[in-house]
Structures are given as structure tokens and as C-alpha cells.
């Protein structure tokens, strides 16, 4: 398969140089720079490894059609300023096609000055500039190392460097910087190798980054720079034979982006010689190798072993290697985000039950894992009618990016808007099904959305329109864009969720006012409610049947138990309504528990792998 040039991404702060390769221009150029670097390092390796994530997610999180996508890109990227001039660089040598692309790129943005025009290519980078030279040294040098802290800082300032140099084109291809290494690059090892592969998708990742729907060919190429990295992982007979060791924060975005870049793919609006080239190659970013790769690397990772108790392993097990073992877990995760995608909650919550949800589980290490984590497991709740799982999961995860946010300022730009997202989730989730939360998240989701938290109560379906449209992740289907159309819309998978959830909510429209009523009584017949409501008693008893279903809800790991989400309780007894009823309602948990214990006897159980 084609491989090009590939590279980076995001954010980070501070700088970090070290010696440089046995080019004595370079090497002279890091150590002029080497004392004042190394200070900054020691006081910024926290808040570079929250923030590393920012630039990329500010992308990731539009969730609107192309057109506004395409213009806050361009506002962003306008945002990012130029690269300085006053910095020692070096000419790139650019190939033929390079230059044709160059000059395609000028043309394209000299005819249209508009805000809403978006290209759908970079131009290649044309200078290497002193610093970014020794940032990607020192990247180098601590890879070879080994040292999980050294990586991380020196991984964040490459970022740092590659947004302030450039702003508006690709990162130089890793063509044009192995030479800079000189000697110390070894072709013939394992290490070196896995370092170039890794370079390419960094690259590919800082494309995407600043491009909202990549060309055909950039997608083909970081694909099959993500089929090399997943084959060269796969294909490892030992632990020792794989011969590195990462930071989490970088093991995450790795498989982070891998999704990430698959659903950006699947939203394409394909050309006809885009739909003619993937005909012929069908294994370009389909759902279902998306899949099997993650299952591939989860049962690589042997996190799951029939053999072991779940995150122990033993040295001869491929969970004893750190980047095994993270990649596994991080790829449950991605999992999760991908069913979610695909309209499949129940076996996201079902995959869910492989993660241990306690305080210091391993999603915390990385703080943007922590917030995908709970923000799809929110959306997968809510879908699936669990209002009363998806509160306290949004609570939590709010509670818990609050107090962070407090004392570490963590990832301003990717914080507020997912933040907004979630609060957005759990207004929807309070006006379905109120529920106790958090006194600081209340006090702030009635400042952000408290107009329309009223609005909802009142059953305004225009209101939770928009509050989905804003936050649900814009969902996909499985079948690629070149077999369901370039330019279908009528069975977009996004309007066909939006259009089931508000239906759900349409069926729930009268639940409200009914619970306003019965709580105000101990026994009440079904003639005098339906004459306070003005409906007929009969459409009244099948309200109530309707109340009663949507508010038992299946609970626990396994789904064999069920349980009343509400605080009160009913049942109809000829023409009386006899309401909080605690007795009767464990009768009635008790009879329908048995039933599905029962039916869960001859359902087959589940297996993971």
C-alpha cells in the first residue's frame, strides 16, 4: 500500500530542547537554546498534557451542516495568526506535484475570499524552522528514551510549535526530516520504524485538524497509515517483541482520532470520481473494518482473558506490555463512541459493562478520555429512555470537570463547549424525568439553559429540537457514502435519530401535566382526572398505561432487574386511581423482576469474544 507524508496535531504549552542530531548546524542551534527550554519544561508537563487535545477539538465538536462547519473552521484558522518571519528557517525542496498543489491553493483562496470557503487540501509546508527542527529532535531522542514524562512534554511542545509555524499549511513530511537525524536514525530498527508511522499520523491528524472534509487521497493515505500502525501491533508474536513505550495521553489520541477521522469520513459529501474510486476499493474507512480493528486490538491486548481477572495480567501476557494494555482499554472506549454513532445504545451500555466505572479508573489518567467516556454514556442513557442513569452520569461527569477546571484550567476551548453539550443532555434529561443533581451544576444549568429547561416542561418540541440538535454527536450510518448516495438526505441517520427522539417525546407530551395532578392525591378516579385534564377517560387509561411504561426502565449490569424510576408510584384499580401505593409497587417490581428472570433463563448470555 501508498504511504506519503503524514503528521500531527493540537496543543500543548511550554518549550523543551534537548541535543540535537549530527547535522553541527542543528546540534549547534539546540544547545544555544538547550538552558532556557529545560526551566520552562519542569513547570508547564501538567497543564501540556490537559491541553494538548484543544486545537483538534475545537474542530471535532461542530456538530452543524458543512456550510457552518466550513466558515468557523476558516474563522479559526484565520484566528491562528502567521507564522513568524523573524525566526532562522530552511527551504523545503518540493516535488513537482507539491508545487502544482501550492499554486492550485493560491488560485483557490484568491477567488474566494469568502468566509464560508473551505479547500478541501493544504498546501505543503515550504521552510523548516529552527524550532520546530529541535522540538522534533527532542521528540526523537526521548521516544528512543523511553521516559513516559520526557515524551509527553516533548510530544506537547512539538504540537505547540507546529500550530505557531504552521498556521495555514500540512506539517513537513517526515521525508523531510529524517535527514536532519542524521546517523541516529536506523532504518533496520524496530523503534525507528515505529516512529515514522507514528510521525505520519500526527501528520495526518494536524491535517484534518485544519481541513473540515480532506481530499479523497489524504483519507486513502492516513488509512493506510492506520492499517500499518494496527498490522505492525497485531502482528507481534511477543510483548518484548514490541520494543516502545508511550505516554496515555498520546496511546489515546491515537485511537481517539482513528474514530474520530472515520466520522468525519462517513459525513462526506462525495464528487462522482470520489464514489467511482472507493467502488474499487471498498476497505477505505468502512464501518466495518473500523470495527474489527478495535475488537482486533481489545483481544490483542488480552484485558478481557478467560485466564486472568479483568486489568491483571501476567509477563507473559500482552496485557503486561503498558501500550497493550491502554490501547485495549482506550479501544473499549472508542467502541462505545463508534455503536453510539451508529444508533446501537444498547450495546454501547452493554460494552460499558466491561469498564470499571470507579473514581480511579484508568479513564481518569487522561482527561479528555474521561469526558468522551461519560459524555457518550449520557447520550446512550438518554436514548434509551434511561433519564434517570443519564442525570447521574452527566452530574458526575459536570461535578468532576468543575472542580477540575477550578484548580487547573484545563482544556478551556474543548471543555466549554462539550460542557455545553452535556448540559444541554441533562436540561433534556431534568425536563423528562426531574431528578436531584449537584447544587452547582442546578445553579448552572438554570443560568445556561434555564429559559428553555421552562419551555420544555411545557412540551415545546421546537425547544428540544434544538437543544439535540446542539448537543447529540451527529450520527452515521454503517453503509458507506459511495453505496447510499452522495446526496441523499431523506434517510440522513441524524434526521432519522432527531426523528425518533422527538416522537419519544411526543408519546410523553401529557406524562408531565398527569404527574403534576396525581401527586396531589391519594386515590383519585379515573372520570374526575380526565375532566381536569378535558380528554376522554378512556384515552385518559391508556395515558396511564403509557406513564407506567415509560418510567420502569431495565437497571443494573446483566439487565435483570428492573426498577420504577419514579418518586411515585400508581396502579388502577376498576375505575380508581390509587397513587404512592409503596407496597404494591414492590409486588409489582417483584412480579415483573420474576418474569424477566425468568425470560433471561432461556436467553443466551453474553459473550465477549
Known amino acids: 500500500m501508498s504511504q506519503t507524508n503524514n503528521a500531527g496535531t493540537t496543543n500543548t504549552n511550554q518549550n523543551n530542547n534537548r541535543k540535537g542530531g549530527n547535522n553541527k548546524h542543528y546540534q549547534n542551534r539546540n544547545n544555544q537554546q538547550q538552558s532556557g527550554q529545560q526551566q520552562q519544561q519542569q513547570s508547564g508537563q501538567q497543564q501540556q498534557q490537559q491541553q494538548h487535545h484543544q486545537h483538534r477539538n475545537k474542530h471535532q465538536n461542530q456538530q452543524g451542516g458543512q456550510n457552518q462547519q466550513g466558515g468557523q473552521n476558516q474563522q479559526n484558522k484565520q484566528g491562528r495568526g502567521k507564522a513568524p518571519s523573524n525566526v532562522e528557517s530552511f527551504p523545503i525542496s518540493l516535488s513537482q506535484q507539491q508545487v502544482q498543489q501550492l499554486q492550485a491553493y493560491q488560485q483557490q483562496t484568491q477567488q474566494n475570499q469568502s468566509a464560508q470557503f473551505q479547500s478541501n487540501f493544504l498546501p505543503p509546508a515550504t521552510a523548516l524552522y529552527t524550532p520546530v527542527i529541535n522540538y522534533f529532535i527532542n521528540l526523537y531522542n526521548n521516544f528512543k528514551s523511553q521516559s513516559h514524562q520526557d515524551i509527553l512534554v516533548s510530544y506537547d511542545s512539538f504540537f505547540k510549535s507546529c500550530e505557531t509555524y504552521y498556521p495555514h499549511c500540512a506539517l513537513p513530511t517526515i521525508e523531510n526530516l529524517i535527514p536532519i537525524l542524521g546517523d541516529k536514525f536506523e532504518e533496520s530498527s524496530f523503534t525507528d520504524r515505529f516512529f515514522v508511522l ?16 480532506p481530499n479523497i487521497n489524504t483519507c486513502v493515505e492516513s488509512w493506510q497509515n492506520y492499517y500499518q500502525i494496527f498490522h505492525t501491533l497485531l502482528s507481534a508474536n511477543s510483548p518484548n517483541d514490541v520494543e516502545i513505550d508511550l505516554p496515555n495521553a498520546w496511546l489515546w489520541d491515537l485511537v481517539d482520532e482513528f474514530v474520530y477521522q472515520y466520522h468525519t469520513f462517513a459525513k462526506f459529501k462525495l464528487k462522482k470520481q470520489d464514489v467511482d ?65 451508529l444508533g446501537d445504545y444498547t450495546l454501547a451500555l452493554k460494552t460499558l459493562e466491561l469498564i470499571d466505572m470507579g473514581k480511579k479508573a484508568m479513564y481518569t489518567y487522561v482527561t479528555a478520555c474521561h469526558i468522551t467516556l461519560y459524555y457518550y454514556l449520557g447520550f446512550a442513557y438518554l436514548m434509551s429512555r434511561k433519564y434517570n442513569e443519564a442525570t447521574k452520569a452527566l452530574n458526575t461527569i459536570l461535578v468532576s470537570v468543575a472542580s477540575k477546571s477550578k484548580s487547573q484550567n484545563f482544556q478551556s476551548d474543548h471543555n466549554e463547549k462539550k460542557t455545553d453539550k452535556m448540559y444541554a443532555l441533562l436540561t433534556i434529561c431534568q425536563a423528562l424525568y426531574p431528578n436531584k443533581i449537584d447544587e452547582n451544576v442546578s445553579n448552572n444549568l438554570k443560568e445556561k439553559f434555564g429559559d428553555k429547561l421552562l419551555r420544555l416542561q411545557k412540551g415545546d418540541l421546537s425547544v428540544y429540537e434544538e437543544l439535540y440538535t446542539f448537543a447529540a454527536p451527529r450520527c452515521i450510518g454503517p453503509v458507506p457514502p459511495y453505496i447510499s448516495g452522495f446526496n441523499v438526505t431523506a434517510l440522513d441517520p441524524h434526521r432519522l435519530q432527531l426523528s425518533l427522539f422527538l416522537e419519544e417525546v411526543k408519546q410523553q407530551s401529557l406524562l408531565t401535566t398527569i ?38 426502565n431495565v437497571l443494573g449490569k446483566g439487565e435483570t432487574k428492573w426498577n420504577n424510576q419514579l418518586d411515585i408510584d400508581f396502579y388502577i384499580d376498576q375505575d380508581m386511581i390509587h397513587i404512592d401505593n409503596r407496597l404494591y409497587a414492590k409486588e409489582t ?10 425470560e433471561g433463563s432461556l436467553t443466551p448470555s453474553y459473550n465477549w469474544m
Request: overall charge positive.
Open 198 to 213: 507514528l510521525y505520519k499520523e500526527i501528520y495526518y491528524r494536524y491535517y484534518y485538524a485544519l481541513v473540515f472534509q
Open 277 to 341: 474510486f472507493l467502488s474499487e476499493n471498498p476497505e477505505i474507512w468502512d464501518t466495518t473494518n473500523v470495527i474489527r480493528y478495535l475488537y482486533y486490538i481489545i483481544k490483542k491486548s488480552q484485558i478481557f482473558s478467560a485466564n486472568t481477572n479483568r486489568f491483571e495480567s501476567s509477563s507473559e501476557d500482552f496485557c503486561s506490555h503498558p501500550v497493550y494494555k491502554m490501547l485495549g482499554y482506550y479501544s473499549v472506549i472508542s467502541l462505545v463512541r463508534v455503536q453510539c454513532l
Open 515 to 552: 404527574r403534576s395532578y396525581i401527586t396531589l392525591y391519594s386515590t383519585i378516579s379515573i372520570q374526575k382526572l380526565a375532566g381536569l385534564l378535558q380528554i376522554d377517560p378512556e384515552d385518559l387509561r391508556v395515558k396511564l398505561t403509557c406513564y407506567k411504561h415509560k418510567l420502569f
Open 589 to 598: 417490581d417483584s412480579f415483573i423482576n420474576s418474569i424477566l428472570k425468568f
